[in-house]
T-cell receptor
Framework: AQSVTQLGSHVSVSEGALVLLRCNYS??????LFWYVQYPNQGLQLLLK??????LVKGINGFEAEFKKSETSFHLTKPSAHMSDAAEYFC????????????FGQGTRLTINP | EAGVAQSPRYKIIEKRQSVAFWCNPI?????LYWYQQILGQGPKLLIQ????????DSQLPKDRFSAERLKGVDSTLKIQPAKLEDSAVYLC?????????FGQGTRLTVV
């Protein structure tokens, strides 16, 4: 069974500061990993994905994530936070075996302070 | 490319009433998901279709929830009868290979 744990339900950073949102996964087979962003009253938008190619993945809006198999992690970072980054962020895992379920973490709410 | 369409956007019903949600996935996407997202939580998979067949419905409360995907395209999710704890956003998503593209969701309030 697959699972995702997001450390920290709420992260607050100042505008211009580094954003770090943590995600650890559990999977018995090679995983595919995703970060989604959700703005209020909206659906989920794909930020970036890891599909077993490069371990450092770049996404939209200046975000990137690094897959570290030894640490079973896929943390999301952005060098300089912008007010528009305030949203809920979800990490998700799937694989190419069986039903290919897409399993989400509990989410991290990112607040940006001016 | 059109995205995933869902309707209605909002629905308020009384407990014990029934309700239905509709989803039109991205054209050509074989996989369709229905998720339930309770306020403050991550999306929980209710049911997953591959074309018009169910591949996972292990977390679908089958005594009150049902879903179908006719002809492998559109899908409907029904709740009958609704309970207060069903208040949530119901998200539909579709996928071609991996990952998923989401609709705007339907916010259900049961009073």
């Amino acid at each position: 069974a697959q699972s995702v744990t997001q450390l920290g339900s709420h992260v607050s950073v100042s505008e211009g500061a580094l954003v770090l949102l943590r995600c650890n996964y559990s999977s018995s087979v090679p995983p595919y990993l995703f970060w989604y962003v959700q703005y209020p009253n909206q659906g989920l938008q794909l930020l970036l994905k890891y599909t077993s190619a490069a371990t450092l993945v770049k996404g939209i809006n200046g975000f990137e994530a690094e897959f570290k198999k030894s640490e079973t992690s896929f943390h999301l970072t952005k060098p300089s936070a912008h007010m528009s980054d305030a949203a809920e962020y979800f990490c998700a895992v799937t694989n190419l075996q069986g039903a290919q379920k897409l399993v989400f973490g509990q989410g991290t709410r990112l607040t940006i302070n001016p | 490319e059109a995205g995933v369409a869902q309707s209605p956007r909002y629905k308020i019903i009384e407990k014990r009433q029934s309700v239905a949600f509709w989803c039109n996935p991205i054209s050509g996407h074989a996989t369709l998901y229905w998720y339930q997202q309770i306020l403050g939580q991550g999306p929980k998979l209710l049911i997953q279709f591959q074309n018009n067949g169910v591949v996972d419905d292990s977390q679908l409360p089958k005594d009150r929830f049902s879903a179908e995907r006719l002809k492998g395209v559109d899908s409907t999710l029904k709740i009958q009868p609704a309970k207060l704890e069903d208040s949530a956003v119901y998200l539909c998503a579709s996928s071609l290979i991996w990952g998923a593209f989401f609709g705007q969701g339907t916010r259900l309030t049961v009073v």
